[in-house]
């Protein structure tokens, strides 16, 4: 039986990364989540091209690309945890957590959820690279208004499944909304309803 669908949403929460630890050739494989406390907005722009085809003296097919997503990530405060497992940030000796030129960066998945009349709506990304953050302190004034972090990232599909993002749905199961934020959410496809294989 289906959920009822929600007529509105609003608010975000629950933000999960999933570090992409190997990368075998053959899919992306993710390490243990770990939660970025703090999510203020998430925005996503879609990235692609419409390459446009002309015959007949008229445009006769439009060819258009998809290529995920550009995106914009705004918490409360980076963690020292992004920082290091995500942006490279290194440990020293006396515990600074050091940024440097030589950081390697990690790809990772994104999980989040959108609150909805009837029940929230969760996402997810598949293969995200991010900036370092913009960093920024005002002075306290009358009264407090918490400084924030912006994260601009990239959220390209999967190479090797295709897959860009998915969200749950009325139709998503409890068992694959309930572990939404332990596992990545690989689909599944049965019968008439599989895609075809992606390209080489």
Not at 53 to 81: M, P, R
Not at 115 to 140: C, F, K, M, W
Not at 175 to 199: C, N
């Amino acid at each position: 039986m289906e959920k009822q669908a929600n007529k509105v949403q609003f608010g975000l929460k629950n933000v999960h990364v999933f570090p992409v630890k190997a990368d075998n050739g053959e899919k992306l494989e993710y390490d243990v989540p770990f939660r970025l406390r703090g999510g203020v907005t998430v925005s996503l722009e879609p990235a692609g091209e419409i390459n446009a085809f002309y015959a007949d003296d008229i445009d006769f097919y439009d060819a258009i690309s998809n290529q995920g997503y550009t995106g914009k990530l705004t918490v409360a405060l980076i963690t020292d945890e992004f920082r290091e497992k995500i942006l490279g940030d290194k440990y020293d000796d006396n515990g600074l957590l050091v940024e440097s030129t030589d950081n390697r960066q990690t790809n990772f998945g994104m999980a989040f959820e959108f609150n909805g009349d009837v029940s929230a709506t969760r996402h997810v990304l598949y293969n995200v690279s991010a900036t370092r953050p913009t960093i920024e302190g005002n002075t306290q004034e009358d009264k407090t208004d918490p400084d924030t972090n912006e994260l601009e990232f990239t959220a390209a599909p999967d190479p090797y499944t295709h897959y860009a993002k998915a969200k749950t749905t009325t139709k998503t199961t409890q068992k694959a909304f309930d572990e939404w934020y332990t596992t990545i959410q690989t689909p599944v496809f049965s019968g008439a309803g599989t895609p075809p294989a992606p390209k080489a």
